[in-house]
């Protein structure tokens, strides 16, 4: 069965976020350290929770392995957090 591994980027006062960097720099950097254990992956931005209600979140990452053991792989070659 397939896992998830999302990862949630806050909006916070003074918080920045490159959408452009992350999408194409930093998914390399996971591509190159895990990406044979990786099925898919997508960054997305944060949408509002209604009208005139910001986004919650900048981005949220997404990687789809194709089950726990891959997971369990990948995480070790991604350093840490």
Known sequence: ???SLQVLYP???NTHFDHDY???KHFEIVDNCA???IQS?????GNAGGPNT????HAIATILFADQAAM???MPKMGPA
């Open 1 to 3: 069965m397939p896992v």
């Open 11 to 13: 909006v916070g006062e």
């Open 22 to 24: 992350y999408a194409n």
């Open 35 to 37: 990406g044979e254990h």
């Open 41 to 45: 992956r997508v960054v997305t931005k």
């Open 54 to 57: 910001p986004p919650a979140y």
């Open 72 to 74: 369990d792989a990948a």
